[in-house]
């Protein structure tokens, strides 16, 4: 073991000031039940310090800190202390090259004589942190866990109870979302106060226990203290206490104990403006808050004509929630957080959702769901992992203007809100929940329908509150409209029904009249009461009044579609009419209540009913038609995009996504195409997928030119190959193949005929695979490209061996070794030996050549670590371990299918692990050792149950089979007959055959 550090000549001398991050330990435990990981901290060079119960029945452990990143190490590691009582273990790590040096931590403790909360964080590797990479091998990120102590809560056991943002998915009732957090430190400021010990499911997801280190060096005898104070280069005076931390503590560092970043409650712009003039609906504001309170309702839909003020009294419950505000009887909780959208705006997507949201939950929680984003993963991957962050936090999502998004019938036709609903209606959890407006009800399904609630608004304003606003619209009574009596008020707003728009109209029909002498109130009713709808001909009459500069304006945020900035407004019309004094016409627009000014967030907005005015009153053609405007905001937008080197989150393609939007609106598909072909990768491998398919769809069949065509083809194909269906993603490849050929085209022919093999063989129709592969991996060759050719030919040379065509497989792999020896250093290398050696192994497994493949095995994972790759390690030393059993070398099989197990462990891939360990325990059974070949079986079932494998029914008959062996040899034999009965010939699993020839052995 290495020697500590020399203990610090006092308790508050300089250490190592806070947490270090490539310091935060993965602790790797084998034990006799199976394998199960912890967390720790090196607290000096070669302790790590951890939690007694992670290693109280360890048979091996291992070390591993920096994972992926410069300067990754692991080491076996031994128990060097341990304190079951107190829950706490000292691991000793020996000298290796690889570990650092390490200056001693510092410890501290927490006030316990008085009620104080104060800043806490772990950091550790639980369950919930596991990721999967892009070739299916799964691993654990490392979290710090920001949070609180409130340090008289578990004061009577002693512990600290930490308190932080609920853990991601809990799919699992039988193991924690945070297991393997156990042992992480936890710190206040720059100090470790604890260890966290356990994770009580029943209070919630957001809260652990940890041991309190002063509290347990108290409780321990002189012996057992001693060795632990030594072990962590403390002094030895047992009088002295841990240094105080938190904010009674005299450090000369107080930022160190910073209060936490606050979240942030609202998000998003609101949906409606000028709700200080919103005017009583009292009753419809009570139906919709006793909804939203009622924990069986998830969604509230409102719904009405145009210009009734759906938008205003959502815009109002929402500025009422915000204050914690609840009307009605039965007041609900106050909600944790409230996210605006609207077609209108920002849009109603899956992306604005899941971002909205996890704005909301703060920087770390944000942070860790935009990692999980980036990672790929299914619209309902990314909805699960939202749900468990919100937890059970009330959220309230307000949607307006939702009809945009509705067929005539009120049908969903948009797949990213359809994936919304879904998710919303069949969560377990009463949050978050929805607030829609709509022209159109929304078509429900009748399972759907139970956790809806409709609130209609069929009437305008009522006459007291429509007098009152036609008089607050009549600012200063300049009009002369608020000194009008009441009876001629309530006359004007009984002939327009009370509708909140049609009153504003009037208002700003009498304001805009260019004769000397004003209009009354009662002539401009008097024009428009025959009509049949009132507030579309009062809107239609306004605009039509308007001069050239001001219809230009209105027409430009028609076309934009979306809230906008003055200056943005002036740049895109820069070009056709630089001379438009645009902030003097937005200024009038406003004062006649055509145009909405949000000053808070510096936009401008046009109301629904007025932007379709104003775009339908646009020509097609001309340089200030629908078309020319359409291209002159994507050019706007154009000018607003980023490189592809800057893009890191799906927020930064939002200018290309608008451009794109606006070249499809403007019939220019092939310069849309030409947007999406540059980003539809990006999304698909960043967690956009859904939105790349929205996106192709939109230029599906409308592009001219024929490679612009093909280039879309084979990005469709590939977001359908993520997003599903497979068969549609053939399809695509299909016509991108023959499209390709057909131009000549052999660069995108080779990267299509690729995908249509990989799509076939993700269908699970490896036959139909082998044709596409082996013609990419020609055509690559013919091109010179040798990266890709080895890529085809290792993925042919697998499928070969697949299958079960071993000398077809050894060819190819023949093939691949040749090219890999005269490549580039940039593609040649120990990785390329590997991956060589990785096809020609399995094809030498698969023609039972057993002593070829444990040479060949060796060398492959011998190349795999110079390269400093775990690639394919794990299947490299499985063949060499089913080689040694074929060659009746069950003592050699044993160590080598033992390190197989650790690194499919390492790499987290459940079916290879339960691959290894079931070969592990046919190992153990030739070796005569029937207890462990019981165990690993047992823990190969686990390993198939968690990857949903077939294979488990086989390692469960295995353990049957090994722990009756000294009991009944007929049990034995039928046990050892099913389980080769579930085996399906796999060569990278034992044979089937020597299960029934040990099972026929035991018969005679």
């Known amino acids: 073991m290495p020697r500590p550090l020399a203990a610090r000549a006092g308790l508050d001398a300089v250490g190592a000031a806070g947490v270090d991050p490539v310091r935060i330990a993965e602790v790797i435990v084998v034990t006799a039940a199976g394998r199960q990981r912890g967390s720790g901290y090196l607290v000096a060079t070669g302790t790590v310090l951890t939690a007694a119960h992670v290693v109280a029945e360890a048979q091996q452990v291992t070390v591993r800190c920096a994972a992926d990143r410069p300067g990754e190490w692991s080491a076996p590691a031994s128990v060097a202390w341990l304190d079951r009582d107190n829950d706490l273990a000292v691991l000793s790590v020996p000298t290796a090259p690889a570990a650092p040096t390490a200056p001693a931590a510092m410890f501290g403790r927490v006030s316990d004589e008085k009620h104080e909360v104060v800043a806490a964080h772990a950091g550790g590797f639980p369950l919930w942190k596991q990721r999967t990479r892009s070739d299916g091998r799964r691993f654990r990120e490392l979290v710090v866990a920001d949070g609180r102590i409130a340090v008289l809560s578990n004061l009577r056991e ?140 998830r969604l509230v839909m409102v719904t009405g004509r145009r210009g009734v003020g759906k938008s205003a009294l959502a815009a109002k419950m929402m500025d009422q929630l915000d204050r914690g505000e609840w009307l009605g009887p039965t007041p609900g909780p106050v909600p944790f957080g409230l996210v605006n959208l609207s077609t209108r705006t920002t849009g109603i997507t899956l992306q604005r959702v899941y971002f909205d949201c996890a704005e909301l939950l703060g920087p770390a929680e944000e ?197 906008a900035r003055y200056t943005a407004l002036e740049e895109i019309l820069a070009g056709p009419t630089p001379e438009l004094p645009v902030a003097a016409v937005l200024r009038a627009l406003a004062r006649v209540h055509l145009v909405t000014v949000d000053r808070e967030h510096g936009v401008v907005s046009l109301h629904p009913l007025d932007a379709e005015i104003a775009y339908r009153g646009m020509s097609e053609s001309g340089p200030l038609g629908r078309q020319a405007m359409e291209r002159r905001i994507a050019d706007w937008y154009a000018g607003q995009t ?58 599906d069949g409308r592009i001219v030119e024929e490679r612009l065509r093909l280039a879309h083809l084979t990005g469709y194909a590939h977001a359908r190959l993520s997003a599903g269906p497979i068969e549609q993603a053939v399809q695509l490849f299909e016509q991108a193949v023959t499209l390709a050929q057909a131009l000549d085209e052999r660069t995108v022919l080779q990267y299509a005929l690729f995908g249509l093999g990989d799509a076939h063989r993700q269908a699970g129709r490896p036959a139909a695979a082998i044709g596409p592969i082996a013609r990419a991996a020609e055509l690559a ?29 050894l060819a190819v792999a023949d093939r691949l070794a040749l090219l890999a020896s005269g490549a580039a250093d940039g593609d040649g290398g120990p990785l390329a030996r590997a991956r060589v050696g990785n096809a020609r192994t399995i094809a030498l497994l698969t023609l039972q050549r057993w002593d070829e493949t444990v040479d060949s095995a060796i060398a492959t994972v011998r190349d795999y670590r110079q390269a400093d790759s775990r690639e394919a390690v794990a299947y490299a030393l499985n063949a060499q371990g089913i080689a040694l059993l074929a060659l009746g070398a069950p003592e050699r099989a044993v160590p080598v299918l033992e390190e197989a197990c650790q690194e499919a462990s390492l790499m987290e891939n459940p079916r290879t692990e339960g691959v290894c360990l079931l070969n592990l325990a046919w190992a153990y059974w030739c070796d005569g050792r029937p207890q462990q070949s019981a165990d690993r079986a047992e823990r190969a079932v686990a390993a198939f149950g968690g990857a949903g494998a077939a294979e488990a029914s086989a390692a469960g008959a295995l353990a049957t089979a090994a722990r009756a062996l000294t009991d009944s040899p007929a049990d034995v034999a039928a046990a050892l007959r099913r389980a080769a009965a579930a085996l399906d010939g796999n060569a990278e699993i034992i044979a089937a055959a020597w299960l029934l020839a040990a099972a026929d052995g035991l018969d005679h």
Not at 674 to 687: D, K, P, Q, T, Y
Not at 781 to 791: C, I, P, S, Y
Request: aromatic share 4%; charged share 25%.
């Open 158 to 297: 002693g512990m600290l109870e930490l308190v932080v943002t609920p853990s991601g998915e809990d799919p699992d009732p039988t193991v924690s979302p945070w297991a393997g957090m156990s042992g992480a430190a936890v710190w206040v400021g720059d100090r470790i106060v604890g260890v966290v010990a356990e994770h009580h499911r029943h209070e919630g997801l957001g809260r652990l226990s940890a041991v309190r280190l002063d509290e347990a060096l108290t409780k321990m005898d002189g012996g057992t203290r001693s060795r632990l104070l030594t072990l962590l280069c403390l002094p030895q005076e047992q009088e002295t206490r841990l240094p105080l931390v938190g904010a009674d503590a005299t450090s000369t560092r107080p930022e160190q104990a910073a209060e936490p970043e606050p979240r942030v409650r609202v998000v998003g712009i609101p949906v409606a403006y000028g709700i200080e003039l919103f005017k009583n609906r009292a009753k419809e504001r009570n139906e919709i808050a006793a909804r939203l309170a009622d924990p069986a309702v």
């Open 367 to 563: 942070e860790r769901l935009t990692e999980r984003w980036l990672a790929g993963g299914s619209a309902q991957e990314h909805l699960a992992a939202l749900s468990s962050a919100i937890d059970d936090r009330l959220i309230i999502l307000l949607m307006d203007n939702l009809e945009d998004l509705l067929d005539d019938d009120g049908t969903v036709v948009d797949q990213e809100f359809a994936a919304i609903l879904d998710w919303l209606l069949r969560a377990h959890r009463a949050t978050p929940k929805l607030l829609i407006t709509s022209q159109v009800p929304l078509r429900l399904r009748p399972e759907q329908q139970r956790y809806t609630a409709t609130v209609s608004i069929a009437e305008g304003l009522g006459p007291e509150e429509a007098v009152e606003l036609l008089r607050e619209l009549d600012q200063g009574g300049r009009l002369g409209i608020a000194g009008l009596s009441d009876s001629e008020l309530l006359n004007a707003a009984v002939r327009v029904h009370g509708i909140p728009r049609a009153l504003e109209l009037l208002v700003g029909a009498v304001a805009d009249d260019d004769s000397l002498v004003l209009p009354t109130l009662r002539e401009v009713v008097q024009s428009f009461i025959l009509r049949a709808d009132v507030v579309e001909e009062l809107a239609e009459d306004r605009y039509k009044r308007l001069d050239l500069p001001a219809r230009t304006v209105l027409q430009v945020l028609a076309t934009l579609r979306t809230a």
């Open 642 to 699: 980023g490189t592809a080197g800057d893009w890191r989150h799906p927020d930064d393609l939002t200018p290309h996504r608008k451009q794109f939007e606006h070249l499809v609106r403007a019939g220019d598909h092939d310069d849309a195409a030409r947007v999406l072909i540059g980003i539809s990768e990006w999304l698909v491998w960043h967690g956009s997928v859904l939105t790349a398919v929205a996106m192709h769809l939109e230029v």
């Open 781 to 809: 060759h013919e091109a010179g490209d040798a990266t890709r050719e080895m890529h085809a030919l290792l993925s042919l040379s697998l499928t070969h061996s697949y299958l079960r065509d071993g000398a077809a497989a």
